[in-house]
């Protein structure tokens, strides 16, 4: 799938490809990797259901050690596996996302992104919802273990992505809805839920980190930021005339300094994000809109293709 703007149909064919996605593990990671992650998502959680005697085949990490003791006779603690944990996406279709040079728009990819992201966990057996917002409007879908609502949120993406058009283009710069969409995740999100957000973060602020701090208190993140080539390296030396649909503009990029001095900004800016968000321990994953989505996710996350690591 390529394009301007996200199809639904395409979006819904995507569920083939989000079944070799694997995006949990019932063991958490013992490290997260950067380039090639094996498995950063934590599985379901685990609700403590009794204590019984130890028997043969027990992990002697459950032993329970204060009733070991009293009764003079080993004792383990026994766990139910916590069903339909809910997962939500924070989906960013802000006009930010509205450009992209080779494949897709970013705008498209964070909404494949998403499509594949809600596929995976609706077939993992978990409740999904989310968050979608631009500039003004936001919706929510609050997590359901049904693809009804797997596809209000897709009908839902749709919408505001096919609402990205340049005379729908803010005049004044907006500020703070990545923010606002935070704070009403912490609304929102129960403890213990998946939070996947899609975003290419040119709105993140100071008090956009603050939310982020407090959802990751009782909420398990990880980071998706969408980028197109563009926006890290200028094109081949000449001059190029540019457009935003509005206003034209001439850009010269035949000196070398500059070239460089634009690369040099624009990893500055990714390495500044990448060091907020290591400070509350959120992984950041960059995904391309030149390249195919689903062949990067099944990169990072295929069962095919590498193992699972578990913790020793």
Same mark, same amino acid.
């Given at each position: 799938?390529?394009?301007? !703007?996200?199809?639904?149909? %395409?979006?819904?064919?995507?569920?083939? @490809?989000?079944?070799?996605?694997? #995006? /949990?593990?019932?063991?958490?990671?013992?490290?997260?990797?950067?380039?090639?992650? &094996?498995?950063?998502?934590?599985?379901?959680?685990? *609700? /403590?259901?009794? =204590?019984?005697? $130890?028997?043969?085949?027990?992990?002697?990490?459950?032993?329970?050690?204060?009733?070991?003791?009293?009764?003079?006779?080993?004792?383990?603690?026994?766990?139910?596996?916590?069903? %339909?944990?809910?997962?939500?996406?924070?989906?960013?279709?802000?006009?930010?996302?509205? /450009?992209?040079? @080779?494949? *897709?728009? +970013?705008? =498209?990819?964070?909404?494949?992104?998403?499509?594949?992201?809600?596929?995976?966990?609706?077939?993992?057996?978990?409740?999904?919802?989310?968050?979608?917002?631009?500039?003004?409007?936001? !919706?929510?879908?609050?997590?359901?273990?049904? +693809?009804?609502?797997?596809?209000?949120?897709?009908?839902?993406? %749709?919408? #505001?992505?096919?609402?990205?058009?340049?005379?729908?283009?803010?005049?004044?710069?907006?500020?703070? $809805?990545?923010?606002?969409? &935070?704070?009403?995740?912490?609304? =929102?999100?129960?403890?213990?839920?998946?939070?996947?957000?899609?975003?290419?973060?040119?709105?993140?602020?100071?008090?956009?980190?603050?939310?982020?701090?407090?959802?990751?208190?009782?909420?398990?993140?990880?980071? /998706?930021?969408?980028?197109?080539?563009?926006?890290?390296?200028?094109?081949?030396?000449?001059? $190029? =005339?540019?457009?935003?649909?509005?206003?034209? !503009?001439?850009?010269?990029?035949?000196?070398?300094?500059?070239?460089?001095?634009?690369?040099?900004?624009?990893?500055?800016? !990714?390495?500044?994000?990448?060091?907020? &968000?290591?400070? $509350?321990?959120?992984?950041?994953?960059?995904?391309?809109?030149? %390249?195919?989505?689903?062949?990067?996710?099944? &990169?990072?996350?295929?069962?095919?293709?590498?193992?699972?690591?578990?913790?020793?």
């Amino acid at each position: 799938m390529s394009g301007i !703007y996200a199809e639904l149909t %395409e979006l819904i064919q995507l569920r083939l @490809k989000a079944r070799n996605l694997q #995006l /949990f593990q019932s063991i958490s990671a013992k490290s997260q990797l950067s380039g090639g992650i &094996l498995s950063p998502f934590k599985g379901r959680g685990m *609700n /403590f259901e009794e =204590v019984r005697a $130890y028997q043969a085949g027990d992990d002697i990490r459950t032993i329970d050690w204060r009733v070991t003791a009293r009764r003079s006779k080993p004792h383990t603690k026994i766990f139910r596996e916590e069903r %339909e944990r809910p997962v939500m996406i924070i989906l960013d279709q802000s006009h930010s996302l509205f /450009f992209g040079s @080779k494949l *897709n728009f +970013k705008s =498209v990819t964070a909404c494949e992104t998403a499509a594949l992201l809600a596929w995976g966990t609706l077939l993992h057996g978990d409740r999904i919802g989310g968050i979608i917002f631009n500039e003004i409007d936001h !919706y929510n879908i609050r997590p359901k273990s049904a +693809k009804t609502a797997l596809m209000h949120f897709l009908k839902k993406a %749709e919408k #505001l992505n096919k609402q990205l058009q340049i005379k729908s283009m803010p005049t004044q710069q907006n500020q703070g $809805y990545l923010a606002n969409s &935070l704070r009403h995740a912490r609304r =929102v999100a129960h403890p213990g839920t998946q939070l996947f957000i899609i975003s290419d973060f040119r709105d993140m602020d100071s008090e956009a980190l603050r939310q982020l701090a407090k959802l990751k208190r009782h909420c398990e993140i990880m980071a /998706f930021q969408i980028t197109d080539p563009l926006e890290q390296e200028l094109p081949e030396p000449s001059c $190029y =005339v540019i457009t935003n649909g509005i206003h034209r !503009y001439t850009l010269d990029t035949r000196q070398r300094a500059h070239r460089q001095a634009f690369r040099e900004q624009q990893f500055a800016q !990714y390495q500044l994000l990448e060091k907020q &968000l290591i400070q $509350y321990r959120i992984p950041l994953i960059r995904l391309s809109s030149e %390249e195919d989505t689903a062949e990067q996710l099944l &990169l990072l996350f295929s069962s095919k293709s590498r193992p699972l690591l578990k913790r020793d």
